[in-house]
């Protein structure tokens, strides 16, 4: 399975949130309402592509971000922030609440790449793989 999500790749990541403090003097960790935005708008653009069934074997995940070029050639590696970990890890949690397999550990390999480029997006792969 491979496809495309036609948005500008988001450069909040899972790393950005928040931390308050409860009434009681407790911290707790929160999303602000820009990172809730970045997560709503990436599932409902993933939500497209949701799988008949989950995934349930081993699997390799390829994903290569595409940012706005800018001042940048096409097809030019990326090597400023967002970091790839960070922005991977938002995008499997949504691919796993939105059921596209049981569990993000069924991620065996990882393939990430980030681009600047012509065409702004997220190109993503899903290969079950072997167990042999």
């Known amino acids: 399975m491979h496809f495309f999500l036609n948005m500008n790749p988001p450069t909040k990541t899972q ?3 928040r931390i308050g403090i ?3 003097g407790k911290p707790y960790i929160y999303e602000d309402r820009d990172l809730k935005t970045v ?3 990436l599932g409902r653009a993933l939500s497209k592509f949701i799988p008949e069934e989950p995934y349930t074997g081993a699997i390799r995940l390829t994903v290569k971000w595409l940012f706005p070029r800018r001042k940048h050639s096409d097809g030019e590696y990326k090597t400023t922030k967002p ?3 960070n922005l991977n890890k938002m995008l499997k949690d949504e691919m796993t609440r939105l059921g596209f397999w049981k569990d993000d550990a069924l991620v065996a390999s990882e393939i990430i790449e980030k681009f600047w480029a012509e065409i702004p997006g997220i190109y993503i792969s899903i290969e079950e793989l072997s167990n042999g």
Do not use: A
Request: glycine share 0%; no cysteine; net charge negative.
């Open 83 to 85: 970091d790839t970990d």
């Open 39 to 41: 997560r709503s708008n």
């Open 15 to 17: 790393q950005e949130h």
């Open 22 to 24: 409860s009434k009681n």
